[in-house]
Nanobody, 122 residues
Framework: QVQLVESGGGLVQAGGSLRLSCAASERTFSIYAMGWFRQAPGKEREFVAAIRWSSGNIYYGKSVKGRFTISRDGAKNMVYLQMNSLEPEDTAVYYC???????????????WGQGTQVTVSG
């Protein structure tokens, strides 16, 4: 069973930056896309960003476009989320996911991490 492990969450002031990382537990795991989602208390899970492994095509949610950057390291089976100009509204648990069953924007992914908390103080 493949596991995804996120790291890099924490507490940051508004305007600050954080970098999240996500690693797949098995180096031989075949990835064709990975994504980041977030969920704030009382809200639905929201698409943040996704990247297709072979083409490198990238997609962003409207609320983070221009502030967040997704990248990958194919050799290490890792995906990153650089988050700049953070706002209190970005406070949520951030999840990485691998291999969407439909589109990268849909939360129907085959594998999920346990989540990492990001808190932005105003």
């Amino acid at each position: 069973q493949v596991q995804l492990v996120e790291s890099g969450g924490g507490l940051v002031q508004a305007g600050g930056s954080l970098r999240l990382s996500c690693a797949a537990s098995e180096r031989t795991f075949s990835i064709y896309a990975m994504g980041w989602f977030r969920q704030a208390p009382g809200k639905e899970r929201e698409f943040v960003a996704a990247i297709r492994w072979s083409s490198g095509n990238i997609y962003y949610g409207k609320s983070v476009k221009g502030r967040f950057t997704i990248s990958r390291d194919g050799a290490k089976n890792m995906v990153y989320l650089q988050m700049n100009s953070l706002e209190p509204e970005d406070t949520a648990v951030y999840y990485c996911a691998a291999n969407p069953r439909t589109t990268p924007f849909n939360s129907d992914y085959a594998y999920w991490g346990q989540g990492t908390q990001v808190t932005v103080s105003g």
